[in-house]
Structures are given as C-alpha cells and as structure tokens.
C-alpha cells in the first residue's frame, strides 16, 4: 500500500504540495489528473525517493521513503518501476541494453535470481508486449515520441516490479497511440498484479483505465473517487473534463473492464 | 547583502562539492565499478587522448628546444638544452598541458554527458532502476582519470623530449651526447615525482569538477552548455593555482627533507 501523509513541499518559497493526503490500495490502478504545475509529477519524484519533503510522511509498504538513503534507498527501489514523461531511455545504449539494464545489473526479476543467458530472451518477450519486437540494436534517437514511451514500459515491466509509476503516459501523443499506451498500462496491471500510479491530464486515457481517480488542486488532494462518482462532481475541473468528452461516460472501464 | 548571498552560495556550492568528492571516494571504497564500465572509460578517457597529448608534448619539446637553443648559444651554455626541455616538461609543462588538454577533451565531454543525463532524467531513470549514479557514471571515470592522466603525462613528457632531441640534433646540429649527459646527472627522482604528483592531483580537480557539475545541471540544453563551460574554466583556473601552490610546497618540502637528512 502507498500512503502519503499530511506532505509539505515548496521549490523557492513557491508551495507546490500543502498538507497532501493520499492513499493507494494494492492491486489498483489509481490515476491522478490535475492542472499543469499542480504538484502530479513532485508526487512521483516523492514515491521514488529522488524528492524529500519538508514535512509529512511518503509510505510504501510499512517504509518511509523520506526516511530512506544511500543503499536502504536503492534496495526499496528494487520493487518499484517508473516511467517517464519523455522516456528516458539511455541514449548511449541500444534498445536492448536499455530494456535488460535493470537484469543486467542486479540479475534479478520478479524478486527471483536469473541467469545472465536468459536476459536476451526476457528482453525480447518485454519489446514483443509492447508490440516493438526487431527494434533490438536501434537507438533511443532514432525512434518515435510514441516508441520511445513503449520501449520505456517494457524496460520497467521487464523485472515485474510491485509497483509501476507512470508520469504522463499519453502526453504528446495522437489518439491511436494513447489508446495503445492505455491497453499497455491495464494489461501489466493484469499481469503483474502490482499497483499502478498513473499521472495524467488526459481524461480519456485516465476514465478508459482508472479504478479509482483524484483530483490534485493548490497542492492538495480535492476529490478521490471511483470514475463514475468522479465525474457527478460539481468541481469546476471536472466540469470542464465533462465538456471535453462530452458528456460520454461510457469511456469509463474501457480498458480496465475490457 | 547580495554579496553576501553570493558568498553564501558560493560557499554552499563548495561544501556540495567536497560532499561529492566525498561520497565518490566512499562510493569506491565500498564497492569497485564493473570491469565493463572502467575498461570503456579507460579507453575513452586514455586511448582515445593519445593523439591530442602526442601532438601536445612533442610540439612543447620542439618549441623548448628551439627557444632554449636562441637563447643559449651565445652565451656558451647551448650543452643544458637537453638537460632544460626535461626538467621543464617533467615538472611544469608535462603536467600541466597534459591536464589542460585532458579537460578540454574529457573534462568537457564528461560534463556535457552527464549534465544531458540529468536534465533528460536518465539520471533519475538509473535511480529509479536501483542503480547508484555514482557508481554507475562517476566512479569509473574518476578511477580511469586517477590512472590514465598520470600515464598520458608521463606519454607527453617523452615526447617532448624527444621532440627537443630532434630539433636540437637534426636542426641545430647539437651533438647527441651533449642532448642527453646532462640528463641522468641532474634530473632526479624528484622530479619525477613532482610532474606525477601534480598530474594526480589535476586529474582528482579535473574530474571531480566536471563530475559534479554535470551531476548538479538542472534545466534544458542551455544550461548544459553553461555548466560545460563553467567546468573547463574552473578546472583550467584551479590547475593553474594550484600549480603554484604545489610547486611551491613540494619545493619547500624537498629542501627540508634534505636538510633534515643532513
């Protein structure tokens, strides 16, 4: 379970988290939509260690991240899968390289050892989910904003993390692929059996696969509520994502119920 | 008081630094980098710089000899030519030209590497994937650094002198005897030390420096190259004080372990 308690935090005397509340049930796919600056992706940063608040409490399974340093900090860390908005995929490597680096350097998957030969093969199943297989020896520079964001799932999904963090999925791209993206997230949530942390502004995408949705404003969580409930509210954010889709709720589980 | 909010800054930035040097070495101490990882950046940072210090060293040594010669001929003293290209290589130019090419040709690029890591949050990915930076990126180029700037030093220097041989022998007509007798009788062991121990020194500056200000980089592609050149002028500023400084109290030290002996 993820649990961010009473967290404060502010960049230059400019306060981007005030007193957040938060709180993931395993198993769930849990999408956190909000205005751009509203504090999405300091939350992400928070979960992974990278970020520490001034105040509150950041816990992932009974350990308090802003607690955690050095070597206690990257033994958590084996759990955890993050995706990042652009990608991040190591431009000095290959494709491959940047799918087994995770193998490679700790020789595990799914909390289980592996042998080293058996890296290419896992390498190879992860680039097939993600529909990029025979991109193997390509660079991060020669490929699309779309592949990129792929070959970055199967890198994470790769060693079957617990718990699978995404920073802005769909950003950036066109419809089909967002769609794709969607299915990607909802069928490593089926596999994997994980939790998942989405942070978006694109409420298709986040009704298509949500369990349940927040809503982040002034730095603080406004509403958590399952799709449905969600949109019924009266906030004008929500207003506005009901005009976006006009009214059509039955975008809601798309993915998620198949 | 806004000079004594830059002060404080600057103060903090190098309390930062001495932490990274810190935890760099800690780093190291506690677990050594792959063989994978160091071997590619011994290559890099050694194999890939010989023509650079080659050229550098032997041009040094020709233009040491042919100045030394002008100014020594008519004054009776041409017979030390030999004896002053390999002292002054071996003790000021050797180190310090070797380490002001090393940080325009590593130093830069390992700034703008890492400086394009961080702002690209390829950093923050390797974090994310439980893998130390510091091990992963800085620790082998700083043990590459440690290593091969010292023998590309040592490189430069015989280069030089045999570059001064040439132009002194071939050009001038210098005897070869007179080029090299000199040498072995007044060039000491110390010497050797002190052109070593600078280019140990440098190397520690030179990739620390440029470690850290990758690693520190926040913002976009202008930032990258601001922190790129902010880098290879401190590195060039600290080598060039603290040749000084190192001249100085290695010179100081060998007088009095002399004297102490005596």
């Not at chain 1, 928070?46 to 399974?61: A, N, R, S, T």
């Not at chain 2, 071997?39 to 010989?50: A, D, F, K, N």
């Not at chain 2, 390829?122 to 990126?137: G, N």
């Amino acid at each position: 379970m993820i649990r961010m308690k009473n967290v404060h935090k502010s960049f230059n005397g400019n306060k981007v988290l005030r007193g957040l509340n938060l709180e993931i049930e395993d198993g769930e796919i849990f999408v956190l939509v909000g205005k751009s600056g509203s504090g999405k992706s300091v939350i992400l940063k928070h979960l992974m260690g990278l970020m520490k608040p001034e105040e509150g409490e950041v816990i992932i399974d009974n350990d308090d991240m802003t607690k955690l340093f050095g070597y206690k900090l990257y033994e958590k860390l084996m759990d955890v899968g993050m995706i990042f908005q652009m990608g991040a995929l190591f431009d000095s490597m290959t494709v491959a390289q940047n799918v087994g680096f995770y193998l490679k350097e700790h020789g595990i998957r799914g909390g289980k050892k592996i042998v080293k030969s058996d890296i290419k093969k896992y390498v190879s199943e992860s680039l097939e989910k993600v529909g990029l297989k025979g991109i193997e020896e390509l660079y991060p520079g020669s490929l699309s904003g779309g592949m990129r964001k792929r070959a970055s799932i199967a890198r994470c999904v790769v060693y079957k993390p617990k718990y699978l963090f995404y920073d802005e999925p769909t950003t950036g791209l066109d419809p089909v692929t967002s769609q794709t993206i969607a299915k990607l997230i909802v069928a490593q949530q089926n596999e994997l059996q994980g939790t998942t942390l989405v942070v978006s502004h694109d409420i298709v995408t986040t009704l298509a696969i949500a369990d349940r949705i927040a809503l982040i404003e002034e730095g603080k969580i406004e509403i958590v509520a399952p799709p449905k409930e969600f949109m019924k509210h009266k906030h004008p954010t929500i207003t506005v994502f009901n005009e976006m889709i006009g009214g059509d709720l039955s975008l809601i589980g798309k993915q998620r119920n198949g | 008081m806004q000079t004594v909010v830059s002060q404080f800054k600057f103060l903090i930035s190098v309390g930062e630094y001495v932490s990274f040097v810190a935890t760099s070495f800690a780093t190291i101490f506690r677990r050594l980098p792959r063989w994978s990882l160091l071997r590619e950046q011994l290559y890099s940072i050694g194999v890939l710089s010989l023509s650079v210090v080659s050229l550098t060293g032997f041009s040094t040594g020709l233009v040491l000899a042919t100045q030394s010669y002008y100014q020594l001929y008519n004054k009776g003293l041409v017979g030390v030519t030999g004896l002053m290209v390999a002292k002054a290589m071996l003790t000021e130019l050797g180190p310090v030209l070797t380490a002001f090419m090393f940080v325009g040709r590593i130093g830069a690029s390992i700034t703008a590497e890492l400086a394009t890591m961080k702002v690209t949050e390829q950093v923050d990915a390797m974090i994310s994937m439980a893998v130390d930076p510091q091990r992963y990126l800085v620790s082998p180029r700083l043990i590459s650094g440690l290593i091969m700037l010292p023998l590309l030093t040592v490189y430069s220097v015989v280069l030089g002198v045999f570059g001064g041989y040439l132009i002194a022998v071939q050009f001038f007509g210098l005897a070869p005897t007179t080029f090299w007798d000199p040498i072995p009788i007044y060039v000491e062991p110390f010497d050797f030390w002190i052109g070593f121990i600078k280019s140990l020194v440098f190397a520690l500056l030179s990739v620390t420096i440029c470690c850290f200000k990758g690693m520190t980089t926040t913002g976009g592609a202008k930032d990258v190259g601001e922190s790129t050149t902010k880098a290879v002028v401190l590195c060039y500023v600290m080598i060039l004080i603290l040749n000084f400084f190192l001249t100085l109290s290695l010179n100081v030290m060998r007088s009095e372990i002399i004297r102490w002996f005596q």
